[in-house]
């Protein structure tokens, strides 16, 4: 196979639009390779030489036949060149109709369309065969040169040829395959039927190809439309969410200053400082105190899980007694368990421990917020025990560190709500008659500190016999010694759709 039938073959014509809206090319129908071998075979077949140009006038496959010597012979002097190539653009080029000597032969080219005979100025003679296929000119087939039966000298013009050495000719054009026009016209619908052949299975094939290339591109235009459209979308929804907690920070910060004020003045009238009150207007007074500290515990949460979303919480470390952070917390939220009825067991190490570095109020937060959910979901009589672990090698971290965790005899977590505990604003029990109320940050903010401080946090829990978080920590966090550490935004996987 030529250089020229390979580089035709490597290159297409570019397209637009759908391959059933658009007329198709002999680069596209033929596969190079395959149709090289046939057309080489079929040359050496019929000893005459064969070449296919697609419309474009590029080579797409080119067989030598038996005039390689004598056209070759003409081809070394510079008359015979110049003549050569003049007759070869006028078949690979020109029209394809009766001018410049051309004769149309009689019948019809196998591929539709009319036969040419154009004669060589040497004598010799091709037939120019065009290639139609669904009524569209694809290209063309030059069969030739051969030697017709009638041939009984070589041209008179060829003797014109300067330079050129005729008894040599003479003798080179013996070899030129010599054919009457009835074996020209089987040869060239032999090769005619071969390559219809040919161009149906490939336009079979590359129909195909393209449809499911062009059915795989809408796709992908549809999943690039889509996902843009999600993008946008997802850029709203973040916008909005900075919003809500730009908004929850706002309103929780001004409600705390006239909260405590009332707390505080509900306080003062409590102790007679603005006079005695009956025991009934005592216990009311006490019930707003009460009821407005639940109240200002509430807009705390918010306004720290707020905070947290928006990446604002930062970590102030420092070398930290747990053991003493753990009962200070346990003492805060003792008076809440006595009034149940509740037994609290603290169970610490034997020995003192060395200190760990820790944001010592979020850590007490973490365990403050702990024990309080247990003390709010563990019903009256119920037990709760604290245990902090003894420094050691924590499988879960590979680092040195310690467990606090926190069991209870409650109500228990059902298993398909466990791992969505843990994210903001989520109620196991969402109903309006929930028993138990809170906003359902306690966890959420728990979860937020402690990855903050490199640990993890996991429950188990047994459906109405109880629950058990553990808090999985690093003796010294890995960002500890690098400056001031922010604890990220959370990323909830499976977020509430009910959240808002």
């Not at 002097?77 to 110049?82: E, I, M, P, Q």
């Not at 219809?196 to 299975?201: G, H, T």
């Not at 007490?364 to 245990?387: D, S, W, Y």
């Amino acid at each position: 196979m030529s250089a020229d039938k390979a580089g035709a073959a490597g290159s297409g014509p570019e397209h637009a639009g759908s391959v059933l809206q658009r007329k198709l090319s002999l680069v596209d129908l033929l596969d190079p390779v395959t149709f090289g071998d046939v057309v080489d075979s079929l040359g050496e077949l019929y000893r005459v030489g064969i070449r296919v140009l697609d419309e474009r006038g590029r080579t797409l496959a080119d067989a030598k036949g038996s005039n390689g010597d004598f056209c070759g012979f003409v081809n070394a002097s510079g008359d015979g060149r110049t003549l050569c190539s003049a007759l070869l653009a006028r078949l690979s080029e020109g029209p394809l109709t009766p001018t410049q000597g051309a004769q149309v032969l009689p019948g019809v080219s196998p591929l539709g369309g009319e036969l040419l005979a154009q004669p060589c100025f040497s004598g010799l003679r091709y037939v120019v065969m065009p290639v139609l296929w669904e009524g569209d000119l694809l290209g063309r087939v030059v069969f030739g040169p051969f030697a017709p039966e009638e041939l009984g000298d070589l041209s008179a013009s060829l003797g014109e040829v300067q330079g050129l050495e005729l008894e040599r000719a003479h003798e080179l054009v013996t070899h030129v395959r010599r054919m009457p026009d009835s074996k020209v016209m089987k040869m060239l619908a032999h090769f005619g039927q071969v390559l219809a052949a040919l161009l149906a299975a490939g336009q079979k094939s590359y129909l195909a190809g393209q449809l499911h290339l062009e059915a795989m591109l809408e796709t992908q235009r549809e999943l690039e439309s889509q996902n843009a459209q999600l993008l946008r979308l997802n850029q709203r929804l973040k916008e909005a969410d900075r919003m809500k907690s730009s908004f929850l920070g706002t309103v929780s910060h001004e409600l705390r200053t006239p909260l405590a004020s009332i707390i505080g003045y509900s306080e003062m009238l409590c102790e007679g400082l603005v006079g005695t009150l009956n025991p009934e207007q005592t216990q009311f007074v006490r019930t707003i105190i009460d009821k407005g500290n639940t109240l200002l515990k509430l807009i705390s949460s918010i306004l720290d899980m707020s905070q947290i979303e928006a990446g604002k919480v930062r970590l102030a470390f420092e070398w930290v007694d747990v053991q003493e952070l753990v009962e200070s917390a346990i003492t805060s939220v003792s008076p809440q368990a006595q009034r149940k009825g509740l037994t609290v067991k603290v169970q610490l190490p034997s020995v003192v421990q060395p200190r760990v570095v820790a944001d010592r109020e979020k850590l007490r937060q973490v365990v403050v917020n702990l024990v309080a959910n247990a003390v709010k979901f563990t019903p009256a009589g119920g037990r709760i025990e604290v245990r902090l672990s003894e420094l050691g090698s924590q499988v879960e971290l590979g680092v040195a560190g310690y467990r606090i965790e926190v069991e209870d005899t409650g109500v228990g977590i059902p298993e398909d709500q466990r791992e969505r505990i843990f994210q903001s604003f989520y109620q196991v029990d969402d109903s309006p008659t929930r028993e138990y109320g809170g906003a359902g940050l306690g966890l959420a903010i728990v979860k937020s500190y402690v990855e903050g401080h490199g640990g993890q946090v996991a429950v188990r829990s047994e459906l109405g016999r109880g629950s058990c978080f553990r808090v999985v920590l690093p003796k010294e966090p890995p960002q500890s010694g690098q400056g001031p550490a922010y604890i990220p935004p959370p990323i909830d996987m499976d977020p509430d759709p009910d959240r808002f």
